[in-house]
């Protein structure tokens, strides 16, 4: 699927969710802050979020911003995202 920041935000504000899983998103298509904020929407609902192999996305700062922001996240799946080599920002 081609997912963008339009399709994600578009998504986010129609419904909540209590699990999301993407992997291998494409870039240029979603943006870090598209995609920042679509999750930002889900802050009371997110359970599980699974976005392996999204380098482009996924870093330390997005990882401090989430885990301020979903505090009912109780499975979280980062693998292959190079950028991250600690989950203190989660906790920070």
Do not use: M
């Not at 578009?10 to 699990?19: E, G, I, P, Q």
């Not at 870093?59 to 799946?77: E, F, K, Q």
């Not at 080599?85 to 920070?92: T, V």
């Amino acid at each position: 699927l081609l997912w963008t920041d339009a399709t994600l935000q578009d998504l986010s504000s129609l419904r909540s969710w209590k699990a999301l899983s993407l992997g291998f998103l494409i870039p240029n298509h979603v943006t870090p802050n598209g995609f920042k904020q679509a999750l930002i929407n889900q802050t009371n609902t997110l359970q599980s979020l699974a976005i392996p192999f999204c380098e482009h996305l996924v870093d330390a700062a997005l990882l401090g911003v989430l885990g301020r922001n979903l505090p009912h996240i109780l499975c979280l799946d980062l693998r292959g995202n190079s950028q991250l080599n600690s989950l203190a920002g989660w906790y920070d």
